[in-house]
């Protein structure tokens, strides 16, 4: 037999341990763990040696970068060199900092001396390339991750509800005098909230940002067509839609 305190310890440590359950999952949604998202080698660009020319400028940016990196964006480039490191919008200060410094550490890993290299983290992008593409759109180097779960239903409608979604959140990424190029939001369907994020590469134009948008909905229809949320993710552009809130903010209706 129990006695009455050892069930009541047992009820209390059961609380105890939903709670901490909740609080994982709810951390876990927000995605505030940074995962490594992918990471590609530009072979085309070639390779650097070490202590040329190339390899202490690219040391000399990069060393400037751990500063830059607290503003969320910074971008060098000139007619044969450069580097962007983009912080997700609501990474900021010490967190972008320490995904910057995450991605160097694993690009220098994955991609040694390329002179070309791209590396993608939940929270920021690390970008390295032996020309200038500051302010250019990528169209080349861009992944689609979808959700193994489909929709049930219309999914005409769906995909009509969430390509509005995307539409909406990069018109407000892109409008007026004080454009962030960047934008969270949610909208209803059928019961649910659909929660998503639109961000360019802040070097691009707001023009630039909505055709880069444009053109990676378009061409990653089939990746994502009838799937409950996904992501399409660049160097100049990105979007997410799910049907979880994945960032650590308040988001609008749309």
Known sequence: MYSLSS????????HVL????????????????NA?????????????????????????????FYSGS???????????????????????????????ATALSALSRRCPWYKGRIIWYDQCLLAISSF??????????????????????????????WNTL??????????????????VGEKRYKGDMLYGMV???????????QECVSFISLHFQDCLNDRRGGRVVGCSCSFRLEFYPFIAEPVRNI
Request: aromatic residues 10%; contains cysteine.
């Open 7 to 14: 069930v009541i310890k047992r009820l209390i440590f059961i």
């Open 18 to 33: 939903a709670i901490q359950l909740l609080l994982i999952n709810s951390d876990l949604s927000l995605n505030t763990t």
């Open 36 to 64: 490594y998202l992918n990471h590609k080698c530009l072979v085309n660009q070639g390779k650097y040696k070490p202590g040329s020319e190339y390899d202490n400028r690219l040391k000399r940016t990069l060393k400037m």
């Open 70 to 100: 607290y503003r969320g964006y910074d971008g060098i480039g000139d007619s044969t060199f450069s580097a962007i490191i983009q912080c997700r919008g609501d990474s900021y200060g010490p967190k972008c900092h320490d995904c910057f």
């Open 132 to 161: 200038n593409s500051i302010g250019k759109i990528d169209y080349d180097n861009n992944f689609c991750m979808s959700n193994a779960k489909v929709v049930e239903g219309n999914v005409v409608s769906f995909m009509f509800a």
């Open 166 to 183: 995307i539409d909406d959140l990069t018109t407000s990424a892109t409008s007026g005098d004080n454009y962030t190029l960047y934008s």
């Open 199 to 209: 961000q360019c590469t802040k070097g691009l134009s707001p023009k630039a940002c």
